[in-house]
Protein backbone atom coordinates (compact mmCIF):
# COMPACT_ATOMS: atom_id res chain seq x y z
CA UNK A 1 0.00 0.00 0.00
CA UNK A 2 1.01 3.77 -0.91
CA UNK A 3 0.19 4.90 2.88
CA UNK A 4 2.51 2.20 4.83
CA UNK A 5 5.28 3.93 6.33
CA UNK A 6 8.35 2.17 4.23
CA UNK A 7 10.24 0.22 6.68
CA UNK A 8 11.90 -2.27 3.61
CA UNK A 9 15.24 -1.56 1.43
CA UNK A 10 15.73 1.90 0.07
CA UNK A 11 15.63 2.97 -3.49
CA UNK A 12 19.51 2.14 -4.16
CA UNK A 13 19.54 -1.00 -2.38
CA UNK A 14 16.49 -2.56 -3.99
CA UNK A 15 18.04 -1.44 -7.83
CA UNK A 16 20.84 -2.90 -6.49
CA UNK A 17 19.33 -6.07 -5.86
CA UNK A 18 17.22 -5.80 -8.89
CA UNK A 19 20.17 -5.34 -11.70
CA UNK A 20 22.18 -8.26 -9.85
CA UNK A 21 19.35 -10.71 -10.20
CA UNK A 22 19.38 -9.44 -13.58
CA UNK A 23 22.76 -9.78 -14.58
CA UNK A 24 22.96 -13.03 -13.15
CA UNK A 25 19.80 -14.22 -15.73
CA UNK A 26 21.19 -12.19 -18.91
CA UNK A 27 24.34 -11.48 -20.80
CA UNK A 28 25.29 -7.88 -20.56
CA UNK A 29 28.14 -5.53 -21.96
CA UNK A 30 29.98 -3.86 -18.65
CA UNK A 31 29.76 -0.54 -20.47
CA UNK A 32 25.55 -1.15 -20.22
CA UNK A 33 25.48 -1.85 -16.81
CA UNK A 34 25.61 2.03 -15.10
CA UNK A 35 22.72 2.22 -17.74
CA UNK A 36 21.27 -0.32 -16.26
CA UNK A 37 21.50 0.60 -13.07
CA UNK A 38 20.29 4.52 -13.44
CA UNK A 39 17.45 3.70 -15.19
CA UNK A 40 16.05 0.88 -12.49
CA UNK A 41 16.80 3.82 -10.04
CA UNK A 42 14.95 6.28 -11.85
CA UNK A 43 11.85 3.92 -12.42
CA UNK A 44 12.27 3.05 -8.80
CA UNK A 45 11.53 6.55 -8.06
CA UNK A 46 9.26 7.30 -10.08
CA UNK A 47 6.83 4.71 -8.45
CA UNK A 48 7.46 6.65 -5.12
CA UNK A 49 5.89 9.71 -6.51
CA UNK A 50 2.26 10.16 -6.29
CA UNK A 51 0.93 10.66 -9.66
CA UNK A 52 -0.21 14.09 -10.57
CA UNK A 53 -4.10 13.37 -10.99
CA UNK A 54 -4.08 10.89 -8.11
CA UNK A 55 -4.48 13.68 -5.49
CA UNK A 56 -7.53 15.41 -7.33
CA UNK A 57 -9.59 11.82 -7.35
CA UNK A 58 -8.63 11.76 -3.78
CA UNK A 59 -12.37 11.32 -1.55
CA UNK A 60 -12.40 11.59 2.38
CA UNK A 61 -13.73 8.36 4.23
CA UNK A 62 -15.88 10.55 5.45
CA UNK A 63 -17.26 14.19 4.86
CA UNK A 64 -15.48 17.03 6.21
CA UNK A 65 -18.04 18.25 8.44
CA UNK A 66 -18.34 14.62 9.95
CA UNK A 67 -14.68 14.28 10.72
CA UNK A 68 -14.77 16.41 13.81
CA UNK A 69 -16.65 14.94 16.29
CA UNK A 70 -16.70 16.18 20.24
CA UNK A 71 -15.43 12.40 21.67
CA UNK A 72 -12.96 11.88 18.75
CA UNK A 73 -11.96 13.13 15.16
CA UNK A 74 -11.46 10.85 11.73
CA UNK A 75 -8.87 10.65 9.66
CA UNK A 76 -9.77 11.66 6.03
CA UNK A 77 -7.62 9.08 4.27
CA UNK A 78 -8.84 6.12 6.59
CA UNK A 79 -11.26 6.73 8.32
CA UNK A 80 -9.25 5.94 11.57
CA UNK A 81 -11.03 7.05 14.37
CA UNK A 82 -9.51 8.37 18.00
CA UNK A 83 -8.92 11.66 20.72
CA UNK A 84 -5.46 13.05 18.08
CA UNK A 85 -4.69 12.65 14.62
CA UNK A 86 -0.70 13.74 15.06
CA UNK A 87 0.69 10.36 15.82
CA UNK A 88 -1.68 8.78 13.32
CA UNK A 89 -1.23 11.09 10.64
CA UNK A 90 3.22 10.76 11.06
CA UNK A 91 3.07 6.85 11.70
CA UNK A 92 0.56 5.45 9.09
CA UNK A 93 0.07 7.88 6.51
CA UNK A 94 3.80 9.44 6.88
CA UNK A 95 2.34 13.02 7.19
CA UNK A 96 2.89 16.08 9.23
CA UNK A 97 -0.64 17.83 10.66
CA UNK A 98 0.05 20.84 7.85
CA UNK A 99 0.80 18.25 4.97
CA UNK A 100 -2.17 16.61 5.00
CA UNK A 101 -4.59 20.10 5.84
CA UNK A 102 -2.77 20.86 2.47
CA UNK A 103 -4.01 17.31 0.66
CA UNK A 104 -7.25 17.47 1.83
CA UNK A 105 -7.84 21.91 1.78
CA UNK A 106 -8.91 22.50 5.15
CA UNK A 107 -8.43 25.51 6.89
CA UNK A 108 -5.53 25.98 9.31
CA UNK A 109 -7.73 25.93 12.38
CA UNK A 110 -9.09 22.61 11.32
CA UNK A 111 -9.15 20.49 14.65
CA UNK A 112 -6.80 17.33 14.74
CA UNK A 113 -7.06 17.12 18.13
CA UNK A 114 -10.90 15.94 19.64
CA UNK A 115 -13.09 18.80 21.15
CA UNK A 116 -13.59 17.19 24.70
CA UNK A 117 -10.49 15.59 25.06
CA UNK A 118 -8.90 19.22 24.10
CA UNK A 119 -11.60 20.89 26.82
CA UNK A 120 -10.52 18.33 29.58
CA UNK A 121 -6.86 19.12 28.94
CA UNK A 122 -7.41 22.71 29.12
CA UNK A 123 -9.31 22.39 32.72
CA UNK A 124 -6.43 20.04 34.12
CA UNK A 125 -4.01 22.57 33.19
CA UNK A 126 -6.14 25.29 35.07
CA UNK A 127 -6.66 23.25 37.87
CA UNK A 128 -2.55 22.93 38.53
CA UNK A 129 -1.50 26.01 37.49
CA UNK A 130 0.17 25.88 34.55
CA UNK A 131 0.45 28.82 32.14
CA UNK A 132 -0.16 30.97 35.55
CA UNK A 133 2.40 33.84 36.33
CA UNK A 134 4.05 33.56 40.01
Known amino acids: MPDEPHTTLSVRELA??????????????????AGLISSVCQALADLQRPMVGEEARRTPAVSIRQSIRPDYVVCLD???????????????????????????NLPANHAVIAPAYSARSSAMAKQTGLGRTA
Open 16 to 33: AKIVAAYVQNNRLATDQI
Open 78 to 104: CGWRGLRLRRHLSSVHGLTVQEYRARW
